[in-house]
């Protein structure tokens, strides 16, 4: 039940999440980059990327994966950046372990609940006949039928995979984040204030973060602050990775 994982560098551990459907390859630029000073570790959490598959899925859970992923590791303490979903792993860790967290880089997303938004993507992908299909065009073909967006296309189709026998298969487990989406997008709650500096980083061009979410942070976090960066949607890192690095850079040095 390992985590699949891929480090860089070395120096003060920084371990990135990434969000739903994601993978630790999305981050792999950002942390070749931010491994000039730290040690970095990207992580595939379950039923994502190259970890294992699991019926069961919830932040509870994440967390305990992620603290076993520590405790093997020998990692008594990290940094954190966490992205979507991997931000509320993040934040509801620091909730569970507070002693075994640094500093916090939230990158658009908030602890409370949402509305959803997956649905469609969750059914494309659900729907699209994997055993007749012979190649990734024709995969992106059919999903872009349904999806209309080449850009979130190109995002999932990340997920494909071709097996040895030429066949393709999900690398995430659809059907058991479709079944527990209700807790993906669950609000994160807190025993306690968190005392550790978080940063929340905001994509201008996304709602996920909006101006109600200062008082619930206020009343949750003793030290944290919230950055916009402009020309930027959900993936940040991918929009402006340049910028997102030198926040996260300046945040982790002070």
């Known amino acids: 039940m390992n985590l699949n994982f891929k480090e860089y560098g070395s120096g003060e551990p920084v371990i990135i999440l990434h969000g739903l459907l994601g ?66 792993t993040v934040l509801n860790f620091v909730n569970t372990y507070p002693e075994m967290s640094d500093k916090n880089v939230i990158v658009d997303i908030s602890p409370k609940e949402y509305t959803g938004g997956h649905e469609e993507v969750f059914e494309a992908l659900s729907n699209l006949p994997l055993s007749t299909i012979n190649s990734r065009i024709e ?59 978080t940063l929340f980083i905001q994509g201008e061009q996304s709602d996920y973060i909006d101006n109600e979410d200062q008082r619930l942070l206020e009343d949750n ?19 402006q990775p340049d910028e997102l690095l030198e926040d996260v850079k300046n945040f982790l040095l002070e």
Not at 44 to 64: C, I, M, V
Not at 223 to 229: S, T, Y
């Open 23 to 88: 993978m630790l390859d999305n981050w792999h630029s950002f942390a070749k980059k931010l491994s000039s000073d730290y040690w970095v570790i990207s992580v595939d959490q379950r039923n994502h990327g190259k970890s294992f598959h699991s019926d069961a899925f919830n932040y509870d859970l994440l967390t305990h994966d992620l603290k076993e992923f520590m405790d093997q590791n020998h990692i008594p303490k990290a940094h954190f950046i966490g992205h979507s979903m991997g931000g509320k």
């Open 221 to 239: 976090f003793t030290n944290f602050r919230i950055k916009k960066i402009n020309n930027a949607g959900h993936w940040v890192h991918v929009d």
């Open 139 to 197: 995969a992106a073909e059919l999903l872009l039928q349904t999806l209309h967006y080449e850009g979130l296309v190109n995002f999932l189709l990340k997920n494909l995979l071709r097996n040895k026998d030429g066949s393709f298969s999900w690398k995430a487990n659809i059907q058991s984040l479709t079944e527990n989406y209700d807790k993906i997008i669950g609000e994160i709650s807190f025993n306690e204030t968190v005392d550790a500096p």
